[in-house]
């Protein structure tokens, strides 16, 4: 935690106050007169977007710095998938038969969990788009080993709100990809990921691109559902046509179990393998 230091100087949040409790004046209510930090109409300025964007890697990055939160595995997957036990509310039969990955990354982060909590969760903590689907699975199965765990939720459209298991104080909120994606993969130790859409197609090459060229070192890539990923993506053909190495199709594994999950976890050629004593970066 980040210890409380006296400033000799007088704090934002006071001046805050005392700015609102000004006489009300044509010049007190001129938008020049607010504070530039409190002024939320300035904060939004097509020119402020650079410290907009520094502001969103630098507040979760304080909260888990102050939580201690050191390693992160990561859990990406369809926000579609229901729970077998509302099957029957599946668009489709593809997505009805998927129900069965809700359980497993379920008992996946339950696993991890109670790992996690050997390091007093410090380590390992799960990490979570924060919505539906397979990221209320990851959330959910932390809660049931007693655990923390985070949501990374952005703003859209059709915004839903963060599913009921992620841990309150590790529910953040963006509103740009970019930063959101950083904080996925600052931590992360491991990266497990689950049938989805565009989006967690999106997540999961940027990830094997940055461990491809050498920007990420390598850690456990796990896709759960091989009948899945192979039937979407032909990853031999691109082998084949020389658009990726043949070796490239040795950064991930694929698994159907939780347990199958951890096992190769375990296993991950030696020095791969996620340990509780890695510092974080």
Same mark, same amino acid.
């Given at each position: 935690?980040?210890?409380?230091?006296?400033?000799?100087?007088?704090?934002?949040?006071?001046?805050?106050?005392?700015?609102?409790?000004?006489?009300?004046?044509?010049?007190?209510?001129?938008?020049?007169?607010?504070?530039?930090?409190?002024?939320?109409?300035?904060?939004?300025?097509?020119?402020?977007?650079?410290?907009?964007?520094?502001?969103?890697?630098?507040?979760?990055?304080?909260?888990?710095?102050?939580?201690?939160?050191?390693?992160?595995?990561?859990?990406?997957?369809?926000?579609?998938?229901?729970?077998?036990?509302?099957?029957?509310?599946?668009?489709?039969?593809?997505?009805?038969?998927?129900?069965?990955?809700?359980?497993?990354?379920?008992?996946?982060?339950?696993?991890?969990?109670?790992?996690?909590?050997?390091?007093?969760?410090?380590?390992?903590?799960?990490?979570?788009?924060?919505?539906?689907?397979?990221?209320?699975?990851?959330?959910?199965?932390?809660?049931?080993?007693?655990?923390?765990?985070?949501?990374?939720?952005?703003?859209?459209?059709?915004?839903?709100?963060?599913?009921?298991?992620?841990?309150?104080?590790?529910? #953040?909120?963006?509103?740009?990809?970019?930063?959101?994606?950083?904080?996925?993969?600052?931590?992360?130790?491991?990266?497990?990921?689950?049938?989805?859409?565009?989006?967690?197609?999106?997540?999961?090459?940027?990830?094997?691109?940055?461990?491809?060229?050498?920007?990420?070192?390598?850690?456990? #890539?796990?896709?759960?559902?091989?009948?899945?990923?192979?039937?979407?993506?032909?990853?031999?053909?691109?082998?084949?046509?020389?658009?990726?190495?043949?070796?490239?199709?040795?950064?991930?594994?694929?698994?159907?179990?939780?347990?199958?999950?951890?096992?190769?976890?375990?296993?991950?050629?030696?020095?791969?393998?996620?340990?509780?004593?890695?510092?974080?970066?």
């Amino acid at each position: 935690m980040t210890e409380d230091r006296q400033s000799p100087f007088r704090d934002a949040h006071s001046d805050i106050r005392t700015a609102d409790e000004v006489p009300d004046t044509p010049q007190t209510r001129a938008p020049a007169y607010r504070l530039a930090f409190a002024d939320d109409d300035f904060l939004c300025r097509e020119e402020l977007r650079p410290v907009r964007l520094q502001l969103e890697l630098l507040k979760p990055q304080m909260v888990m710095d102050e939580r201690g939160i050191e390693s992160t595995v990561v859990l990406f997957g369809g926000a579609r998938i229901p729970e077998p036990a509302k099957k029957s509310t599946a668009r489709t039969k593809t997505l009805a038969e998927l129900t069965k990955y809700y359980d497993e990354a379920r008992s996946f982060a339950r696993e991890i969990t109670g790992r996690s909590l050997k390091s007093y969760g410090r380590e390992w903590v799960i990490v979570t788009g924060g919505g539906p689907g397979v990221m209320e699975a990851g959330n959910r199965g932390a809660d049931d080993a007693g655990g923390q765990s985070i949501g990374l939720n952005i703003v859209l459209p059709h915004e839903q709100a963060p599913n009921e298991w992620v841990t309150p104080d590790l529910c #953040f909120n963006f509103h740009y990809f970019a930063i959101r994606k950083m904080h996925f993969l600052m931590r992360a130790r491991a990266v497990c990921v689950f049938p989805g859409g565009f989006g967690t197609l999106d997540e999961t090459f940027e990830a094997l691109t940055l461990i491809q060229t050498g920007r990420m070192e390598r850690v456990p #890539f796990l896709l759960f559902g091989r009948e899945f990923w192979e039937k979407i993506i032909n990853w031999e053909a691109l082998a084949e046509a020389g658009t990726i190495a043949p070796e490239d199709l040795d950064l991930f594994r694929f698994v159907e179990t939780a347990e199958e999950a951890m096992e190769t976890i375990d296993g991950w050629h030696g020095a791969h393998t996620i340990r509780s004593d890695i510092p974080g970066r």
